[in-house]
């Protein structure tokens, strides 16, 4: 059926275990403690959580919940030991998966078996949890042997059944597309815990985890291969073979193995812009699928290729597609693309802009070219980016045609074939103005470095990816040595340098061999280098590609010294230690090795033999370091294996652990001068450069808080010796000074002016406390936060450490008590200070514990706190009841006891209150008969702790087998019962209570009506109205008093209150407790329990009174309980019918018994008589409980249709059907009610007609007729085995077989009611006629509503007629058949038995359809919903075309209709809809319809349709992605639209679906080619259509091949715009170009919201004015444009709505002329700067200069800044007012700029002025000065100054900035510019 069964979870209880019987969602967790995907496994049974057995249990299951908890697959399966009491919380598993299942609900079930889980059964599982793939040993991270690992494992995935689907998930997983092949390798060396195989994947899921098969193995002693994979991303090589150029021929890909060819169906214009783009080759020209370049040989690419057009490289396409299968080599795809290359310059980055067609190259027109071309083309080059852009061939003749007319970039391009406009040819273009390009040249920018091939990460060939080009690349081998070897190790990290090669020692690389190095073997990375840049990039040889060794990551140790800290250095190679060579070991070496082992800085460097003489023959040697490095990876050094004579190891002395620090001569131990003790002495500390991160990690060390003031000229202090502290650096977060940075201390001499005197805050708090976990989370060392250190954790040395403080750690760990606190002591180890801790045991936390600082006094060891903490644990009260007994202990998974010493009332209310037993009663103990031990004794509690493990402490019992006797308690709960007494009724009254046999009043003050509130509730008497303690009847003396109770008002009875222990006493009447509560009440609502099926279990109440509504349930005992009762429960509860009523005893006293006595055929517990009694002075109770049916549905199937057939009962999740037992007609009538099928016409039986036998549960059902559903009859619950002869029941219901008509009226909507039910028409009598019953009528014979009925006609005599027995229509039917009614009878009906009825007759509407019965989306019969129903029902039809078809498509969102029919259903209908679309309609609704009277036929026709459904559609193979053939994407196939009816409208369409703007032309020729077949023709849309989908077309029969593909020319990107005759280009008359001419625009309608598009879009500014204007002549007998709608936002007049034609009302007096304001350009300046090349940006507008806001301020608006005035490259961008806040008005925010705009205008930005911003947040730049481009100099003048006749209005800053910018334009430059600078100098 394509999905799981749905199941529901139910239980059955066997013995005393439950098992687990069905299984849909079954939920279930691993309880574990940290890790999610380990631990105890718990099933969710009716919302509580249960252990599971592990008994049936196989490896299969557990391969599937590891997968349904999203946890992989399992890593072991175990036991535990099952520690609770009650064993029907275990689980007993009857289900049976095969593994692959998705979760637990999908697999099978076995029939339960009486089997009992034993104590230790219980079963816990260790899933592998989320694991990371990633692929290693292969050319990239896209492709070699498959590897896994999570926070547990470490592993891989074996070959074995590795295939094409598993390593296509794997390279989903990776983010490496697909697996274009799979291979195997030997196993892998290294350390691996566990080896996954036989994955079975399908290929779609999204991870391994996902795939059926998964297996887990730790057994890696047998030899497995690992899978390994080559992925499609930085895998997919692409290249052209047999063309005319490098840029042309036939396209191979290669698959990871070999060359091969790839289909070319489907292969377009599009394919071949990511081809040529990938290649750098420029633009396509010329696209061929027919072997153009010949055939190929071998296999042909498996995948088919669909690009979008604007891919950088054939990977980013989709290859989600196979290529289909009959594609053969002669279909093989080449392409011809333009190439690119400069020429007659004076390197390959700087000349003329060439280009090739495919026979000859030539140049380009430079009469559109611009910046942003030239951008492009330097990109796609590899030459860094565009210097400047020239347009004559004064550098160079042309001796070449000009190839390319118009290109348009946006300059973020990385290639020519994404530009847009491409028009190959001369055109008009001059050859003269040849476009010529310098670019900056090859700039590699930042870049990145990894070694492949090698025997290790740390060995094998070069690879370097540039940034600047996202493409790895290899070195060239010329002049590399050893010293370059010695670089790139220490670049990557890699220790020493044991090798260089030059001669590809590694294999040859692939892609550009990018430049020579000449490194000296001291830097700290290549880029530092001199660096020889190669080129053409891709055209170098790999024949001797750059290689290095390095030893790899060298990880360093100090061993066998007197502390962590010193001792001789060792270094890991080859998986041993050696040591480190005296020979030139320094301080500088030691200090690297400190800093890198997190000890600070060196204060020695041992270079004797007192750290011994270690032979060995390997050893470091010669290391030099500078001392600033991070390790000995990024020093020189030097490797021997040969020396004979052992050498003296290199040792080292850190400062961590060795320096302490003192202030000294200060008013205390936190202020004064710093003197510092480096081996022993105390010595003045100095320093030039201290400041307050130094003198912070001194006040850190000595606990003193933070640095509050620090002084470095002491003026009163002597000059002494001292120690240098060079260079040390903090950060401000260390611990102490020792750890910070430093260079060597070098000693010294101090004058006042180099002393520091530090002032610290004062002593520490501890901010939070925490453990170094060891065992468990509840033992370890103590880590303090310190107030001085925020929120870091550390070990600190504490002085006193006890039990006290660790029992407040234990606390405030929520670990329970100490069991034991102990110290840790560290030799060798000297400390500035130490804390002294000193709680008195009750704190919550640490942090309330008085703390002090200590001077440790240079002592040379440290002591650090550790507890060991009881932890959480558990209590239980057993030997008893169950809230009276032996109090048990479990502690360490072991259960025992707690000892009686100390055992008391107050820690007796804690277990109570633990257990939710209420307070405590009586608090004894009892001797122990068992050897169980006793774990604790003497608990210290006060009475209100929620646990055990919250009280203040308790000891530890040294021999647990020792004590005698151990605690018990008797609790409040189950002891207690209430009364009121003296009152008016048994709700109102004096509070007493009883514990045991006697009453006794109650003795409080002041308690809130909250107590009260549970009193009544206790008693089932509704809410508390009053508390009262004014009491006048003495009555009883003696009291309880009530000793700190503390009721919240939602408990069930006064037990369940908190409450010190009571206890006798007396008081006066005044304290007695008086309580009014609001009445007895009742059982309005029961809920079941569920105990193993659905609807079984024990009842709870809820209960109600007129003042007082509870919605919570309670369970109270009853006097009596029996079937009827029963009954009613689970009716009400929608559990079907009763099967038993048991009850259960239990122990405990209650203050309230419920009398119920239904009579069993209440609906409602509301409706049965009862009452609320006292109870019998009995400690044991009767309780209810149900056994019910549970939930069962009917249904009728297998008949003629939807309502007769034979009747089947879903049960126990099957459908079976039902016997004939009992079958009538009053229980058929229930079952057509139900199924909304009307009322019963006959109840049948009839043979079963199944196959084999079935089981049938619910027989014999007595119904009275009038229920609405079986659930609500008597039935018997009894198993029988249906047959082939079993007789079964069945039933023919009215709908479908009663139609009704109208007789002797004016029209067939109104008259005398007649029905026809057995083929003969009849009148119809009732005496029960009304105007719901009317309007059914009306309904069914599509007459609207009814507006007038007769019930007597007495000019209608008597007649015979049908009885229409207690017909009940609720007013929404829509026949009367479907009325509920009792069974019709013939009768004589008399003339005011009869009815008329007239109806309005009115025109029906079909408001809305919808598709049932369904074979795909958009396909189905059709129902429709009229207007006087929102409910939908098949309509039966007169007719139905294609036409209907395509409307009902439309109105549904489903396209158009591809074909349609009628389907012959069963059923009568009396009226018939004759529909008659004319297919462009919107909807159904707005087509003609008429109704028709039926002929009674017992079977009808509704509509079928099968639409098109929604469909993609794209522009292809045109000048840019706006203009092109149109396809559309049907049945996985893109074809062409027939040109047949194509028009404008259809055009628009298309190009606003694609968000092109408006239709510019519809083309209607072969000019953009065609696809292989057509699908749709005679388009037919109105313009307005969103999409496609939604205009009328037609579907030819079959894909033919195409007389002519449909195609459109959009406005975006194909419309250009020029405003003519005007003074300059912002104003004139508009004129627009729809790819082929000019014309003019009418103006009709248009207003200040059209003109502002056009200015925007010419980077004109805002618009002034707008105006119709007159023309005559040929000039205006071309107008190509009116109706435009624009609204202002628009960026450009091509995204305005546009009616693409010309009324004839538009003559040529209203051709557009707008008049813009000029803003095209805002000069530029930087102001208080070094130089003029940087300072804050400031704009000129508004004749005033203004700054802009740094929001979105970045380097690439810097970039647009740094070029707009002429200084180079953009070296930085500068926020928050960096060079001084100016003064004018903000004038730009939001500023977001690619980088190639020219000015700051043509950047996103907010409205001119508009902000919110301040001055200090004005934005600034710093540029290069260097480098003038004179080209964006030249048009920044005739910017300013075009049109302008007025030079002196201009203001003289202006003017100055002019100047500046003209002074730096060289001399040769200048005749471009020199009438402004004439203007300029006379002004």
């Known amino acids: 059926m394509g999905s799981a069964p749905q199941i529901l979870v139910t239980t059955l209880l066997v013995f005393a275990s439950v098992h687990l019987y069905t299984s849909e969602n079954i939920r279930i967790r691993l309880k574990g403690d940290y890790y999610s995907c380990s631990g105890e496994v718990e099933v969710d049974s009716d919302g509580r959580w249960k252990s599971l057995c592990s008994t049936n249990l196989t490896i299969n299951d557990a391969k599937v919940a590891c997968r349904q908890l999203s946890c992989g697959v399992p890593v072991t399966m175990y036991t535990i030991a099952y520690t609770g009491q009650d064993y029907s919380d275990i689980l007993v598993s009857n289900l049976q998966c095969n593994g692959s299942e998705p979760s637990l609900s999908y697999c099978s079930i076995n029939a339960p078996t009486a089997q009992k889980c034993t104590q230790d059964q219980t079963v816990g599982l260790t899933c592998l949890g989320t694991f990371y793939t990633w692929l290693a040993n292969g050319p990239n991270n896209c492709a070699g042997d498959v590897f896994i690992n999570s926070y547990t494992i470490y592993g891989y995935i074996s070959a074995t059944e590795w295939d094409i689907n598993d390593a296509n998930v794997v390279c989903r997983q990776a983010g490496c597309g697909f697996a274009i092949s799979t291979a195997s390798s030997s196993q892998p060396a290294g350390f691996y815990n566990v080896r996954l195989e036989n994955a079975g994947c399908s290929g779609t899921e999204d991870n391994l985890q996902s795939c059926p098969g998964l297996t887990l193995t730790t057994n890696l002693s047998s030899n497995s291969s690992i899978a390994r994979v080559i992925c499609s991303k930085n895998n997919l090589k692409l290249r052209l073979v047999n063309g005319t150029t490098d840029c042309s021929g036939r396209v191979e890909v290669h698959n990871g193995l070999s060359w091969v060819s790839v289909c070319g169906s489907n292969w377009g214009m599009n394919e071949a812009k990511a081809v040529c783009a990938q290649l750098h080759c420029g633009f396509p020209v010329q696209v061929n699928s027919n072997s153009y370049f010949g055939q190929g040989s071998g296999d042909i690419f498996q995948k088919k290729m669909v690009c979008s057009g604007n891919e950088y490289s054939l990977y980013e396409c989709d290859f989600s597609q196979q290529r289909p299968s009959d594609c053969t080599h002669a279909q093989d795809a080449s392409v011809i693309c333009s190439g690119l290359q400069l020429t007659n310059g004076t390197d390959r980055c700087k000349g003329i802009v060439k280009v090739n067609n495919g026979s000859q190259w030539g140049s380009v027109c430079s009469t559109t070219w611009s910046i942003n071309e030239a951008t492009v083309t330097c990109q796609e080059l590899r030459c860094g980016y565009a210097v400047s852009v020239q347009g004559n061939s004064s550098f160079g003749g042309n001796q070449q045609p000009i190839l390319l007319n118009h290109i348009q970039c946006n300059g973020w391009e990385k290639s020519l074939s994404q530009c847009s406009n491409i028009q190959l040819g001369n055109g008009f273009c001059n050859t003269s103005k040849v476009a010529r390009v310098d670019c900056s040249g090859d700039n590699l920018g930042y870049f990145s470095l990894r070694l492949l091939d090698g025997e290790n990460y740390c060995s094998g060939r070069l690879d370097v990816y540039p940034y600047n080009y996202l493409t790895w690349g290899t070195v060239s081998g010329s002049h590399w040595d050893i010293s370059d070897a010695w670089t790139v190790c220490r670049n990557l990290g890699c220790g020493f340098a044991l090798a260089a090669y030059n001669n590809s020692e590694y294999g040859k690389g692939s892609g550009p061999v990018w430049f020579e190095a000449n490194c000296n073997g001291s830097e700290t990375s290549l880029s530092q280098c001199p660096l020889t840049l190669l080129g053409p990039p891709d055209t170098n040889p790999h024949t001797n590609d750059a290689a290095v060794k390095c030893t790899g990551y060298l990880a360093t140790r100090i061993f066998n010294g007197t502390s962590p800290s010193s001792g001789r250095v060792e270094v890991l190679f080859n998986n041993n230690w050696y040591p480190v060579s005296i020979e030139g070991w320094d301080i500088n070496d030691a200090n690297v090795v400190c800093q890198s082992q997190g000890y600070g800085f060196a204060l020695a460097a041992i270079t004797d033999s007192s750290l011994g003489i270690r032979s060995s023959s390997t050893w470091f040697k010669n290391v030099q370091c500078t001392g600033t490095e991070y390790s000995l990876n990024y020093c020189y050094g030097e490797i021997s294996t040969n020396i004979s004579i052992p050498s003296a190891a290199a040792g080292v002395i850190c400062s961590a652990d060795k320096l302490i620090v003192r202030l000294v001569n200060g008013t205390d131990r936190c202020n004064g001068i710093l003197e510092v003790n480096r081996f022993s002495n105390w010595e003045r500390a100095c320093n030039y450069n201290w400041n307050y991160a130094l003198s912070d990690a001194v006040c850190k060390e000595l606990y003193c808080g933070r640095a509050s003031y620090v002084q470095s000229d002491i003026s009163n202090t002597e000059s002494q010796d001292g120690i240098w502290m060079n260079n040390t650096y903090c950060n401000g977060y260390e611990a102490s000074l020792s750890t910070c940075r430093s260079d060597p201390w070098s000693n010294g001499f101090c004058n006042s002016t180099q002393q520091i005197h530090i002032v610290c805050s004062g002593p520490v708090i501890i901010n939070d406390a925490s453990l170094s976990v060891q065992d468990d989370r509840c033992s370890g060392t103590v880590l303090l936060s310190l107030s001085s250190n925020y929120w870091n954790y550390e070990k600190v040395p504490i002085a006193n450490w006890d039990i006290k403080n660790a029992n407040v750690m234990c606390r405030q760990r929520s670990c329970g008590f100490a069991v034991a606190a102990a110290t840790t002591s560290f030799e060798n180890v000297r400390q500035s200070a130490w804390l002294s801790v000193q709680c008195n045991g009750n704190e919550y936390s640490l942090s309330y514990c008085p703390v002090s600082a200590i001077d440790a006094n240079g002592t040379q060891y440290a002591n650090y706190a550790a507890v060991k903490c009881s932890g959480s644990i558990s209590v239980s009260i057993s030997n008893g009841t169950s809230c009276s007994g032996t109090v048990g202990i479990n502690y360490n998974n072991t259960r025992g006891y707690l000892s009686a010493q100390g055992w008391d009332l107050n820690v007796a209310n804690v277990v109570c209150q633990s257990q939710g037993c209420g307070f405590a009663l009586s608090a004894f103990t009892i001797e122990r008969v068992d050897s169980a031990p006793v774990w604790f004794e003497d608990f210290q509690c006060i009475g209100t702790e929620y646990s055990l493990s919250s009280c203040l402490g308790a000891t530890f019992v040294t021999n647990v087998s020792d004590p005698i006797y151990i605690a018990g308690v008797t609790c409040s709960k189950g002891e207690l019962s209430v009364r009121l007494t003296n009152g008016t009724n048994r709700c109102n009254g004096i509070l007493e209570v009883s514990i045991g046999p006697k009453w006794k009043r109650v003795c409080a003050n002041n308690k809130p009506l909250t107590f009260a509130s549970v009193v009544c509730r206790e008693l089932l008497c509704g809410q508390a109205l009053s508390i009262q303690y004014n009491v006048s009847d003495k009555g009883n003396t003696e009291l309880f008093v009530l000793h700190n109770i503390n009721c919240y008002g939602n408990e069930n009875s006064l037990s369940d209150c908190q409450s010190y222990p009571w206890h006798n006493g007396s008081c006066n009447s005044s304290q007695e407790v008086n309580i009014t509560c609001s009445g007895s009440q009742i059982a309005s609502y029961a809920n079941i329990i569920y105990q193993g099926d659905y609807c079984t279990g024990n009842v709870e109440f809820a209960f109600t009174n007129n003042y007082w509504y509870s919605w919570s349930y309670t369970i109270v005992p009853v006097v009596a309980w029996d079937i009827k009762d029963a009954k009613v429960v689970c009716r009400q509860s929608g559990c079907g019918f009763v099967i038993a009523a048991p009850t259960y005893i239990q122990y405990g006293q209650k203050s309230a018994v419920l009398d119920i006595q239904c009579n069993g055929t209440e609906t409602s517990l509301s409706y049965c008589p009862q009452s609320i009694v006292e109870p019998v002075e009995n400690p044991y109770f009767i309780y209810p409980a149900v056994n019910c049916s549970g939930y069962f549905n009917a249904r009728i199937s297998n008949g003629s249709g939807q309502c007769s057939g034979s009747i089947s009962i879903w049960y126990k999740y099957i459908w079976s059907p039902l016997t004939a037992d009992g079958w009538d007609i009053n229980a058929a009538n229930v079952v057509c009610r139900s199924q909304g099928c009307g009322f019963a016409m006959a109840a049948v039986s009839d043979s079963w007609r199944g196959t084999g036998s079935v089981p049938s549960w619910i027989n014999n059902f007595q119904c009275s007729g009038t229920e609405n559903s079986l659930s609500s009859c008597s039935a018997e619950l009894l198993e029988k085995t249906i047959s082939n002869s079993s007789p079964v029941a069945g039933v023919i219901c009215s709908s479908g077989e009663v139609i009704v008509r109208l007789v002797n009226g004016t029209d067939r909507c109104n008259g005398i009611l007649e029905v026809n039910v057995n083929s003969s028409w009849e009148r119809a009598c009732s005496d029960n006629w009304n105007n719901n019953i009317a ?549």
């Open 1335 to 1883: 309007a059914a009528v009306c309904r069914e014979l599509f007459c609207d509503y009814p507006y007038n009925t007769e019930t007597d006609l007495n000019n209608e005599g008597g007649q015979d007629g049908v009885w229409l027995n207690n017909v009940n229509c609720y007013g929404y039917e829509s026949t009367l058949s479907k009325c509920p009614s009792q069974r019709w009878t013939k009768a004589l009906c008399k003339s005011q038995q009869q009815f008329r009825i007239s109806c309005s007759g009115g025109q029906q509407r079909i408001t809305s359809i919808q598709f049932t019965e369904q074979d795909g989306y958009c396909s189905g019969k059709l129902r429709f919903a009229i207007s006087y129903s929102h409910y939908y029902q098949n309509t039966l039809v007169a007719e139905w075309d294609i036409k209907d078809a395509n409307t009902a498509c439309r109105q549904m969102g489903c396209g158009f209709a591809i074909a349609t029919s009628t389907v012959s259903v069963y059923g009568r209908a009396s009226a018939l809809l004759d529909v008659q679309c004319k297919g462009n309609e919107s909807y159904l609704d707005n087509c003609l319809f008429s109704v028709i009277n039926s002929n009674g036929t017992q079977y009808g026709k509704v509509p079928y349709v099968k639409c098109s459904g929604y469909f993609d559609v794209r522009i292809v193979d045109g000048m840019n992605s706006c203009s092109g053939r149109v396809e559309v994407y049907y049945n996985n196939t893109w074809t062409s639209v027939s040109v047949n009816g194509w028009d404008i409208n259809d055009a628009n369409v298309i190009c606003r679906s694609q968000g092109c703007g408006f239709a510019l032309t519809a083309v209607t020729d072969f000019r953009f080619g065609v696809s292989n077949s057509t699908w749709i023709t005679n388009v037919q849309c109105v313009g307005s259509e969103s999409s496609l989908s939604y205009c009328y077309a037609e579907v030819l029969s079959t894909n033919t091949v195409p007389t002519g593909a449909a195609g459109v020319i959009c406005s975006s990107g194909n419309l250009n715009v020029r405003l003519v005759n005007g003074t300059n280009r912002c104003n004139g008359k508009l004129e627009v170009s729809n790819g082929m001419e000019w014309g003019a625009v009418c103006n009709n309608y248009w207003n200040i919201n059209h003109a502002n598009a056009v200015c925007s879009g010419l980077k004109c500014g805002h618009a002034l004015s707008i105006q119709g204007i007159y023309s005559s002549g040929e000039e205006s007998s071309n107008l190509l444009f009116s109706n435009a709608v624009c609204y202002g936002w628009e960026s450009s007049f091509s995204q305005c709505t546009v009616t693409p034609w010309v009324p004839p009302s538009c003559n040529n007096s209203q051709m557009a002329n707008i008049t813009c304001s000029d803003n095209s350009y805002l000069p530029v300046r930087l102001v208080n700067g070094s130089n003029k090349c940087s300072g804050r940006v400031e704009v000129y507008y508004n004749s005033q200069w203004g700054t802009v806001c740094d929001d979105s301020w970045d380097i690439n608006d810097a970039r647009v800044v740094c070029k707009q005035i002429g200084c180079g490259e953009a070296l930085s961008a500068r926020s928050l007012a960096y060079f001084g806040m100016g003064s004018g008005p903000i004038t730009l925010d939001n500023v977001q700029c690619r980088g190639n705009e020219s000015n700051l205008l043509e950047c996103s930005a907010n409205p001119l002025l508009q902000h919110d911003c301040f001055h200090s947040e004005d934005a600034g730049v710093t540029c290069e000065d260097s480098v003038v481009d004179t080209a964006i100099l030249t048009a920044t003048v005739h910017a300013v100054f075009s049109g302008s006749d007025s030079l002196e209005l201009l203001d003289k800053a202006v003017i100055q900035t002019i100047n500046e910018l003209l002074s730096g334009i060289p001399e040769h430059e200048m005749i471009k510019v020199k009438l402004v600078r004439r203007k300029v100098t006379e002004n």
